[in-house]
């Protein structure tokens, strides 16, 4: 285990200053826009390849220039990395690839100091198998305590030589493996949802919420914001471990409840944890992954009195129609009117292609996909989805480099990836690595301004006019659009808060709505159209023509105006 502990600061000079520097809005979360920082891949302070927590405190102020609330930061855990850090060996440890604790705390205090919020990934749901817990547990052999804290089962056929029952891997596979005894001899079988590396807790054991409540603890201390729950609708298990029936389960998901997933048990488990975030100053904030059958489901997540925000996957795969997207916006906000939540809409993620190649490609094939498409038609699609989300009312998110227009990697070389799914068969596609290449900070350098040394995924050769020294400044750039996005959400009131949008009328293929003094109209068609000019135009993602009372939008252009 790290020895990272003791080198924390004291908590009480981070709460009671830091973090006071940025509690100056009441309900922030409700309207905040967060961006995701996937660390390994977005600066690179010490030239190894590795993005790092330096790195990341560095490109700082250019985040605060964006225009973002809040920084999610995906896992900086100690980590064999068998899963990029979603395999955690010790939750109050930083990954030396990444710096230490006081790297952390100095990231924290600098944030709070320009504005930003710091949210971090926890990961309940497993750990790592080199976690100091799971090692006792095989040392000390079946039928003893530290084995209750996972769930170890015997298996079943003559000889025990089947899995305990006929539950899948997300990566492929069974989602199970059997251990060899300390004496030498094939043994139990224990339950990993993920990689074999990611053994899953079992939460019926006491222990397990005690640690996690600490871990809580640890990090609201040292001064962070919040935590966005990784495999949020995991954790509890139907009693028994009951067969699913089906050879095809990752067909299943998102479309049913399953015994591992979307339990109702879990929601307990946040109860427990919101009683502790409700006791520290400055708004801390829960966020869920949650993948659930519909978003009333998801609603559930985001009660009163459990998480605060859940991430809005149906709106993640819905792609560019119109129809399709108001009827996931509608029943997302009527989703969440009840329990008083605010709606999340997200494009782009660390586990799916990116929204500008996504919509590159014709519908239908699904959130993975390794083909490029279109590439110009897919950038238009982006930029006209993101002024459409940001003008949604609740929060939205932002990933990394998506800012950038910056497309999916998808002809990365075999033997460079590294996303564990791609070494399983018949589960995930395994081509996440595409949207997790390090992004391009200049024109020129080995790794465009990434680091000194390169970096851990070949970024295109292409690059060098996505970057940002290239964007900023360049009238119409993607960068520029989102400057001028997130300032104008600032400074229009009806931007983002509320819970209802007012649809108006608008031709087919076509989305129109107005909030307050507030119109936008989003035309996914491929051909432009003939609107009303509602106003003074304040931002479009491609250039529209105004002429006797009437706008002229181009295909797959979103366009603001405000009547005030």
Known sequence: MSQQHSAAPAPTSVTSSATATVAGRRDWWRDAVIYQVYPRSFADSNGDGMGDLEGVRTRLPYLRDLGVDAVWLSPFYASPQADAGYDVADYRAVDPMFGSLLDADALIRDAHGLGLRIIVDLVPNHSSDQYEWFRRALAEGPGSPSRDRYHFRPGKGKNGELPPNDWESIFGGPAWTRVTEPDGTPGEWYLHLFAPEQPDFNWDHPAVGDEFRSILRFWLDMGVDGFRIDVAHGMVKAQGLPDLGSHEQLKLLGNDVMPFFDQDGVHDIYRQWRLILDEYSGERIFVAEAWTPTVERTANYVRPDELHQAFNFQYLGTHWDAEELRTVIDRTLDAMRPVGAPATWVLSNHDVTRHATRFANP???????????????????????????????????????????????????????????????????????????????????????????????????????????????????????????????????????????????????????????????????????????????????????????????PGDTTVWWTTA
């Open 363 to 553: 519908a239908g094939l699904g959130t993975q996909i390794r083909l490029a498409g279109d590439r110009a038609l897919g950038l238009r699609r982006a930029r006209a989805a993101t002024l459409l989300m940001l003008a949604l009312p609740g929060s939205a998110y932002v990933y990394q480099g998506e800012e950038l227009g910056l497309p999916d990697v998808v002809d990365l070389p075999d033997e460079v990836r590294q996303d564990p799914a791609y070494f399983r068969g018949a589960g995930q596609d395994g081509f996440r690595d595409g949207c997790r290449v390090p992004i391009p900070w200049t024109r020129t350098g080995s790794s465009y301004g990434f680091g000194a040394g390169g970096s851990w995924l070949p970024q295109p050769a292409g690059w060098a006019e996505l970057s940002v020294e290239a964007q900023t400044g360049t009238p119409g750039s993607t960068l520029e659009l989102y400057r001028a996005a997130l300032a104008a959400r600032r400074d229009q009131p009806d931007l983002g808060a509320g819970d209802a949008v007012e649809w108006l009328r608008a031709p087919e293929g076509v989305l129109a709505f107005r909030r307050g003094d507030f119109v936008c109209v989003a035309n996914t068609t491929g051909e432009s159209v003939t609107v009303p000019a509602y106003g003074r135009v304040l931002l479009s993602s491609d250039e529209v023509t105004e002429a006797d009372g009437e706008t002229k939008v």
